[in-house]
Structure formats: C-alpha cells, structure tokens
C-alpha cells in the first residue's frame, strides 16, 4: 500500500518542478505514480501541463504511465494532450512519443493530440506527431479530421501532410534526425516542411 499523504505531495512536488522531491516520495514514500488529483490528473499530466520536462523525464523513467486518460467530465486528456494544448514545449511532445506516448488516443471529445495541434496552429508539432504515428484519418465526436481543423482555420503550411500523398499509401515520415531534434529543442523556430511526405 503507498501513502496517500506521499502521493497527495508528488502532485505538488510536481507542480512546482521539484525533480529531487519527486524522486523522493516515489522511491523512499511509496507515493503513487497513478495517484489522480480531483480532475483525474496524474503527476504526469500536471508536470506535462506546466512544461517540465526534467520532472517529466523522471516520472517516466520511474514508471508513469504515459496514456492515463483524466476523469472524461474534465476533457479526458492523456499528458501528450496535455502537453500540445497547454505547454507548446516541443522538447516536451518529442520526450513523451519517445517514451511510448500513443498520439491516436482520443479525449472525450474524440479529438486527438494531433486535432488539438493543427487547433493550436502548431506545424512543428503536427510533423512531429505525424513522424510518429498519428493517424491523418481520425474523426473527433462531431466527424471532423484533422484536416478540416487546418482548412478552417486557414492553416495551409500543414494541409499538404494531413492529406492526399498520406492518403495514397506512403509510409509516415522517418523520425526526425539528431540535427533535427537539436534544432527544435526547446525553441520556436519557423517551419520548413520537410522533403518526405510534405508537397512534391
């Protein structure tokens, strides 16, 4: 059994970045990583919303899950949702699919972090959940693509990857390079799409 005082402070400690405190109440309090706050967040989702990825890191290194969905009332956002929509933290989004972050689970509204993106107007984002999976060809609760999102909202740098060439069988794009992980880490840079997949 773990403490519930232990876990009730990890969703602090987390909130304020504490990454040693974290570390703490995991190892030595037994406190909870699945330990859920009144919306149904985890420590996972409040480290994800505040964009801290060191604290992050360690959550998920320790065993968070990174595909808890919170309570449906309250949107049913896994911490990649969390993390698109309220951070904006690239470093951030690439550390959670390379720790096997499902970009395809949908909250309770249907969307998916990758509709909460294009929503967001974020390209860097879009390619990069697009690099690692997301579907193109996934409807939100009212039968919306993504790609509708993006032409509402006039978002043309992004309509080439959410459409046709995907469409017509061609495997997503390759995971992005070292050189290009390094280029956006942690920085807003402009957009260019890249070669694979992005136009002829």
């Given at each position: 059994?773990?403490c ?5 402070m990890?969703?602090i400690?987390?909130n304020?970045g504490?990454?040693e ?6 190892l ?8 859920r706050?009144?919306l149904?967040?985890?420590c ?7 964009g801290?990825v060191?604290v ?12 808890v969905s ?30 096997h972050?499902d970009?395809?689970?949908p ?6 972090p990758?509709?909460h993106?294009?929503a967001s ?16 060809e996934?409807?939100?609760?009212i039968?919306?693509f993504?790609?509708d999102?993006a032409?509402d909202?006039?978002?043309?740098q992004?309509?080439p990857?959410?459409s ?7 495997a997503?794009?390759p ?5 290009q992980k390094?280029?956006l880490?942690g920085?807003r840079?402009?957009w260019?799409?890249?070669?694979v997949g992005?136009?002829?």
């Amino acid at each position: 059994m773990y403490c519930d005082a232990a876990s009730e402070m990890l969703l602090i400690a987390a909130n304020q970045g504490d990454v040693e405190q974290c570390q703490t109440l995991v190892l030595e309090a037994r406190a909870s990583l699945e330990h859920r706050n009144g919306l149904g967040e985890t420590c996972l989702h409040i480290a994800a919303a505040r964009g801290l990825v060191s604290v992050t890191e360690l959550l998920l290194a320790l065993g968070a899950d990174p595909n808890v969905s919170s309570y449906h009332p309250y949107g049913g956002f896994t911490p990649l949702h969390v993390a698109v929509r309220k951070c904006g933290s690239i470093r951030l989004v690439q550390t959670l699919l390379e720790r096997h972050a499902d970009a395809n689970i949908p909250d309770a509204f249907g969307k998916t972090p990758l509709h909460h993106a294009v929503a967001s107007r974020d390209p860097i984002v879009v390619e990069l959940l697009v690099r690692h999976g997301a579907a193109i060809e996934c409807a939100d609760s009212i039968g919306k693509f993504p790609r509708d999102y993006a032409a509402d909202l006039c978002f043309s740098q992004v309509i080439p990857l959410l459409s046709q060439q995907l469409l017509e069988g061609e495997a997503p794009p390759p995971p992005l390079t070292f050189k290009q992980k390094m280029e956006l880490d942690g920085k807003r840079v402009i957009w260019k799409p890249s070669k694979v997949g992005v136009g002829k």
